[in-house]
């Protein structure tokens, strides 16, 4: 068939087609990287056959290893608290660790480090050096220029052989201009995948977005462009009904959490409940369900809502 002139030609992309057998020695093995964070390890899960072919599955202890997880919810609610007992965490246990901050300098992002290690008894010292810091938030080439960041990211993974990449927070690098906001994402996914890193991503909800959404500010298609995403909420006592159904005085907070999907391996779909110590340290405590009919048993609450 003849074309006119200036007719877009179309290509066949064949190197973009694969077989799978053709893959298999690249397709990488999913393990688990400790969060430090209590009660997250045990929610993420691989599947296995035993020797019957019975499908099985079992915690893998940790973040999927290679996955870029969003980490979202509005202010105070744990988002950074969780990346740097990850960060601190996996320091270590001896892997470097490339931490963006987009919010707020390097040297206090530092402070904020050395504070929370002592809250986790971790030698802070001793894990200085493989704790590698961009400071995004007093460079505006940093933060303005995609192009850079991705430069300066592969210098810093290059030279310090990091496994472990946080940007705190993404939605730093679009704000005021978040019809950008998913291009900025998928290039950040696609390099980081390209690196084989594991990663988080925190980002910020607008505090009119549904709380146990995954939707961010940069709308609901930046958390899936990545592997998975985890929600944070938190929620005010300030009525009887949620007195009652939550056992808890008014004026008090409840904390809650909820895993919105993985690409990489099975979770645990329930919401749970969430708990920030005096010290800072965020851990993950039982599902609702289980605390609110814990809450009943002990007549705290909850027999009178119906």
């Given at each position: 068939m003849r074309r006119e002139i200036g007719e877009k030609q179309n290509k066949i992309q064949n190197q973009s087609i694969y077989l799978v057998s053709q893959l298999r020695s690249e397709i990488p093995q999913i393990t688990g990287l400790k969060t430090g964070v209590e009660g997250l390890d045990n929610l993420f899960f691989v599947s296995y056959l035993d020797k019957k072919g019975k499908p099985h599955i079992k915690p893998i202890g940790g973040f999927p290893s290679f996955g870029i997880i969003n980490i979202t919810g509005i202010p105070d609610t744990g988002k950074s608290l969780m990346a740097e007992q990850f960060a601190l965490t996996q320091a270590?246990?001896?892997?470097?660790v490339c931490f963006v901050t987009v919010e707020q300098p390097a040297v206090f992002v530092a402070t904020g480090l050395r504070n929370k290690a002592a809250s986790m008894g971790i030698d802070f010292e001793a894990i200085e050096d493989r704790l590698i810091i961009i400071d995004a938030s007093t460079n505006t080439v940093l933060r303005e220029d995609l192009s850079s960041l991705?430069?300066?990211?592969?210098?810093?993974?290059?030279?310090?052989?990091?496994?472990?990449?946080i940007i705190d927070s993404i939605t730093g690098l679009y704000e005021a201009r978040e019809m950008m906001a998913r291009m900025?994402?998928?290039?950040?996914?696609?390099?980081?995948?390209?690196?084989?890193?594991?990663?988080?991503f925190i980002s910020q909800k607008r505090s009119g977005h549904e709380e146990l959404t995954a939707e961010a500010a940069g709308?609901?298609?930046?958390?899936?462009?990545?592997?998975?995403?985890?929600?944070?909420?938190?929620?005010?006592?300030?009525?009887?009904?949620?007195?009652?159904?939550?056992?808890?005085?008014?004026?008090?907070?409840?904390?809650?959490?909820?895993?919105?999907?993985?690409?990489?391996?099975?979770?645990?779909?329930r919401v749970h409940v969430v708990e920030i110590l005096e010290n800072g340290i965020i851990r993950i405590r039982e599902p609702l369900e289980s605390y609110l009919k814990k809450i009943r048993k002990e007549g705290k609450g909850g027999q009178n809502i119906e």
């Open positions: 270590s246990l001896g892997h470097p991705l430069d300066t990211l592969a210098y810093a993974i290059k030279s310090y052989k990091t496994k472990v990449t900025i994402v998928r290039s950040l996914f696609t390099f980081l995948k390209k690196w084989r890193q594991t990663a988080l709308g609901y298609a930046v958390g899936h462009i990545l592997d998975g995403t985890i929600v944070l909420f938190k929620k005010e006592i300030m009525s009887r009904y949620d007195q009652i159904l939550y056992g808890k005085e008014i004026g008090n907070l409840i904390r809650l959490l909820r895993i919105d999907g993985c690409r990489l391996c099975g979770h645990d779909p």
